[in-house]
């Protein structure tokens, strides 16, 4: 059964920061590995998909990396901005596309 | 264009009652999913939906939970005789399936449904 963990569970930055948010999968066998943000009371926004035949994925300041072979996906996020400040979540896909998630990584970027 | 629209927003409801959850995926997109988030446990998948496909209800959590999808687009999931822990926020999303090998896509998510169960 595939279990996702994110570490960590919360973290606080100044602004300007980089910073490596990790996720670790126990099934290497998994499809995509999709990274979402989570605002307070809020639904999730999707940031990044990466399938399990790529390695890693870009967009603006955000840049994820996924390899099946340790179970280990991170998101990097260059210069902090306090709007980056949310809940991360990152999930394991399987043959149907049915998620499985971590409980989260809460980001709190200080001005 | 639009996104997944989710109704009621809020539900409040008492120990026993039955409720009913609707999801409107986005237009064109074959994959329906159902999941939940429970205070303090992370999002918990409880059902899929591709095309005119038999859904995969392996995320169910009891018998009380079903769901069914009119017409290829719509989703409903019902909840009977709802119990106390049923209160959680209950999320849906929808994506493509794409090539030939129906490779999972990018799943969008409404803003939710917040159950609470009194």
């Known amino acids: 059964k595939q279990e996702v963990t994110q570490i960590p569970a919360a973290l606080s930055v100044p602004e300007g920061e980089n910073l490596v948010l990790n996720c670790s999968f126990t099934?290497?066998?998994?499809?995509?590995l999709q990274w979402f943000r989570q605002d307070p009371g809020k639904g999730l926004t999707s940031l990044l998909l990466?399938?399990?035949?790529?390695r890693e994925q870009t967009s603006g300041r955000l840049n994820a990396s996924l390899d099946k072979s340790s179970g280990r996906s991170t998101l990097y996020i260059a210069a902090s901005q306090p709007g980056d400040s949310a809940t991360y979540l990152c999930?394991?896909?399987?043959?149907?596309?049915?998620?499985?998630f971590g409980k989260g990584t809460k980001l709190s970027v200080k001005p | 264009g639009a996104g997944v629209s989710q109704s009621p927003s809020n539900k409040v409801t008492e120990k026993g009652k039955d409720v009913e959850l609707r999801c409107d995926p986005i237009?064109?997109?074959?994959?329906l999913y159902w999941y939940r988030q429970s205070l303090g446990q992370g999002l918990e998948f409880l059902i899929y939906?591709?095309?005119?496909?038999?859904?995969?209800k392996s995320g169910l959590p009891s018998d009380r939970f079903s769901a069914e999808r009119t017409g290829g687009s719509v989703s409903t999931l019902t909840i009977q005789r709802t119990q106390q822990e049923d209160s959680a926020v209950y999320l849906c999303?929808?994506?493509?399936?794409?090539?030939?090998?129906?490779?999972?896509?990018?799943?969008?998510f409404g803003p939710g449904t917040r159950l609470t169960v009194l």
């Open positions: 999303a929808s994506s493509l399936r794409v090539g030939l090998t129906l490779t999972p896509d990018t799943q969008y």
């Open positions: 099934d290497s066998a998994i499809y995509n």
């Open positions: 990466i399938q399990s035949s790529q």
């Open positions: 999930a394991g896909g399987g043959s149907q596309g049915n998620l499985i």
């Open positions: 237009s064109g997109h074959t994959a």
């Open positions: 939906f591709q095309g005119n496909s038999a859904p995969d």
